[in-house]
Protein backbone atom coordinates (compact mmCIF):
# COMPACT_ATOMS: atom_id res chain seq x y z
CA UNK A 1 0.00 0.00 0.00
CA UNK A 2 1.50 3.05 -1.24
CA UNK A 3 0.22 6.19 0.59
CA UNK A 4 0.62 9.64 1.84
CA UNK A 5 -1.58 8.23 4.55
CA UNK A 6 0.61 5.32 5.94
CA UNK A 7 3.71 7.50 5.24
CA UNK A 8 2.35 10.17 7.42
CA UNK A 9 1.62 7.14 10.20
CA UNK A 10 5.10 5.48 9.72
CA UNK A 11 6.77 7.22 13.12
CA UNK A 12 3.15 5.73 15.27
CA UNK A 13 3.78 2.67 13.92
CA UNK A 14 7.49 2.84 14.54
CA UNK A 15 6.79 3.85 18.04
CA UNK A 16 4.67 0.91 19.11
CA UNK A 17 6.58 -1.92 17.55
CA UNK A 18 9.32 -0.33 19.95
CA UNK A 19 6.78 -0.36 23.05
CA UNK A 20 5.51 -3.54 22.39
CA UNK A 21 9.03 -5.51 21.66
CA UNK A 22 11.33 -3.31 24.32
CA UNK A 23 14.24 -3.58 21.24
CA UNK A 24 14.12 -3.84 17.57
CA UNK A 25 16.47 -3.37 14.82
CA UNK A 26 15.06 -2.13 11.33
CA UNK A 27 14.64 -5.31 9.24
CA UNK A 28 12.65 -6.62 11.89
CA UNK A 29 10.75 -3.73 12.44
CA UNK A 30 9.64 -3.66 8.69
CA UNK A 31 9.17 -7.59 8.71
CA UNK A 32 6.86 -7.58 11.49
CA UNK A 33 4.85 -4.53 9.58
CA UNK A 34 4.89 -6.92 6.46
CA UNK A 35 3.69 -9.90 8.24
CA UNK A 36 1.00 -7.85 10.92
CA UNK A 37 -0.44 -6.44 7.78
CA UNK A 38 -0.85 -9.50 5.58
CA UNK A 39 1.53 -7.97 3.59
CA UNK A 40 -0.98 -4.83 2.96
CA UNK A 41 1.93 -2.41 4.75
CA UNK A 42 5.71 -2.45 3.18
CA UNK A 43 7.97 -0.38 5.39
CA UNK A 44 11.02 0.12 2.74
CA UNK A 45 14.62 1.40 3.81
CA UNK A 46 14.19 4.65 2.17
CA UNK A 47 10.84 5.39 4.66
CA UNK A 48 12.32 3.79 7.80
CA UNK A 49 15.44 4.38 8.10
CA UNK A 50 15.18 8.61 7.63
CA UNK A 51 12.52 8.19 10.87
CA UNK A 52 14.74 5.76 13.18
CA UNK A 53 17.41 8.68 12.96
CA UNK A 54 14.92 11.99 13.28
CA UNK A 55 13.42 10.04 16.26
CA UNK A 56 16.97 9.31 17.34
CA UNK A 57 17.81 12.78 16.85
CA UNK A 58 14.59 14.10 18.72
CA UNK A 59 15.65 11.90 21.91
CA UNK A 60 12.60 9.34 20.93
CA UNK A 61 14.21 6.63 20.95
CA UNK A 62 17.62 5.30 21.32
CA UNK A 63 20.27 2.71 19.67
CA UNK A 64 23.48 0.69 20.10
CA UNK A 65 24.72 -1.66 17.38
CA UNK A 66 26.11 -4.75 18.50
CA UNK A 67 28.16 -7.66 16.16
CA UNK A 68 25.69 -10.01 15.49
CA UNK A 69 25.63 -13.26 12.62
CA UNK A 70 28.53 -11.72 11.66
CA UNK A 71 27.71 -8.04 10.90
CA UNK A 72 26.86 -5.00 12.57
CA UNK A 73 23.12 -4.27 13.99
CA UNK A 74 21.56 -1.19 14.94
CA UNK A 75 18.85 -1.98 17.72
CA UNK A 76 16.45 0.77 18.47
CA UNK A 77 14.91 1.35 21.98
CA UNK A 78 12.10 3.43 22.95
CA UNK A 79 13.11 6.28 25.68
CA UNK A 80 11.15 7.67 28.61
CA UNK A 81 10.35 10.81 26.40
CA UNK A 82 9.39 8.46 23.41
CA UNK A 83 6.84 6.36 25.86
CA UNK A 84 5.04 9.52 26.31
CA UNK A 85 5.13 10.16 23.04
CA UNK A 86 3.82 6.97 22.18
CA UNK A 87 0.96 7.21 24.32
CA UNK A 88 0.21 10.77 22.46
CA UNK A 89 0.42 9.55 19.14
CA UNK A 90 -1.86 6.83 19.72
CA UNK A 91 -4.39 8.77 21.23
CA UNK A 92 -3.88 11.27 17.85
CA UNK A 93 -4.60 8.75 15.54
CA UNK A 94 -7.72 6.94 17.68
CA UNK A 95 -9.33 10.26 17.26
CA UNK A 96 -8.10 10.81 13.33
CA UNK A 97 -9.48 7.64 12.43
CA UNK A 98 -12.65 8.27 14.46
CA UNK A 99 -13.22 11.50 12.76
CA UNK A 100 -12.79 10.13 9.62
CA UNK A 101 -15.08 7.18 10.11
CA UNK A 102 -17.88 9.60 11.24
CA UNK A 103 -17.68 11.64 8.05
CA UNK A 104 -17.16 9.05 5.30
CA UNK A 105 -19.18 6.12 6.54
CA UNK A 106 -22.64 6.16 5.79
CA UNK A 107 -24.96 6.35 8.93
CA UNK A 108 -28.20 4.40 9.26
CA UNK A 109 -31.16 7.35 8.84
CA UNK A 110 -32.86 7.87 12.12
CA UNK A 111 -36.40 7.34 12.46
CA UNK A 112 -37.01 11.14 12.30
CA UNK A 113 -35.38 11.29 8.98
CA UNK A 114 -38.06 8.46 7.63
CA UNK A 115 -40.96 10.21 8.79
Do not use: C, F, W
Request: hydrophobic share 35%.
Amino acid sequence: MKSNLYKGSLSTIILHLLAEKREMYGYEMSKLVKEKSDDKLLMTEGALYPILHKLEADGIITSDTRYVDNRNRKYYKITEKGAKQHVLSLKEMKDYLQTMQNMLLPTLPTQNALV
